[in-house]
C-alpha cells in the first residue's frame, strides 16, 4: 500500500515538500500535476503517471520500474541512476532529461522525445526506441545491445 494518496502526494508537491524515499507503489497519478517534485529514492513501481507534468523533477535513483508513463512530461528533469526497468514511456517527452546511469532495459520509448536528453552510460538493453526523436541526444558509453532502434536514419541522430 501506498505510504500516500494521489491528493496528498499533489498537496504535498504544491507546498514545496520532498517526497524522499516515499512508497508510491501501483499509485494512480495520471495526470498528476508534480513539475519540479522532488522525489529522489521514491518507488513508483507500478504507478499510472500516464500524461503526468514530472517537468523539471528530481526523480534521481527512483524506482520505476513497470511503471506507466506514457505521454509524461519529464522534460529537463533529473532522473540520473533511475530505474525505468519495463516502462512504459511512449510518447514521452523527454528533452533535455539527465538519465546518466538509468536502467531503461526493457522500456518502451516508442515515438518518445529524447532531444538534447543526456544518456551516459544508460542501460537500454532490449528497449524498444522506435520513431523516438533522438536528435542531440547524448548516447556516450550506453548498453544499446539488442535495442529495437526502428529508424533508417539512426546514424544521422
Not at 537500454?124 to 544499446?144: E, I, K, M, V
Request: glycine share 10%; aromatic share 6%.
Amino acid at each position: 500500500m501506498a505510504d500516500f494518496t494521489r491528493e496528498q502526494v499533489e498537496a504535498k508537491v504544491t507546498a514545496g515538500e520532498k517526497l524522499e524515499r516515499a512508497d508510491l507503489r501501483g499509485l494512480e497519478l495520471q495526470g498528476a500535476k508534480l513539475a519540479g517534485a522532488t522525489m529522489r529514492r521514491v518507488d513508483f513501481e507500478g504507478a499510472n503517471l500516464e500524461g503526468a507534468n514530472l517537468w523539471k523533477a528530481n526523480l534521481k535513483n527512483a524506482s520505476l520500474k513497470e511503471a506507466y508513463l506514457a505521454g509524461a512530461d519529464l522534460r529537463e528533469a533529473n532522473l540520473e541512476s533511475a530505474d525505468f526497468e519495463g516502462a512504459n514511456l511512449t510518447k514521452a517527452n523527454l528533452a533535455g532529461a539527465n538519465l546518466g546511469r538509468a536502467n531503461l532495459e526493457g522500456a518502451d520509448l516508442t515515438g518518445a522525445n529524447l532531444r538534447g536528453a543526456k544518456l551516459p552510460k544508460a542501460v537500454l538493453d532490449s528497449a524498444n526506441l522506435g520513431g523516438a526523436d533522438l536528435s542531440g541526444a547524448d548516447f556516450s558509453r550506453c548498453d544499446l545491445v539488442e535495442a529495437y532502434r526502428h529508424l533508417s536514419n539512426w546514424a544521422d541522430k
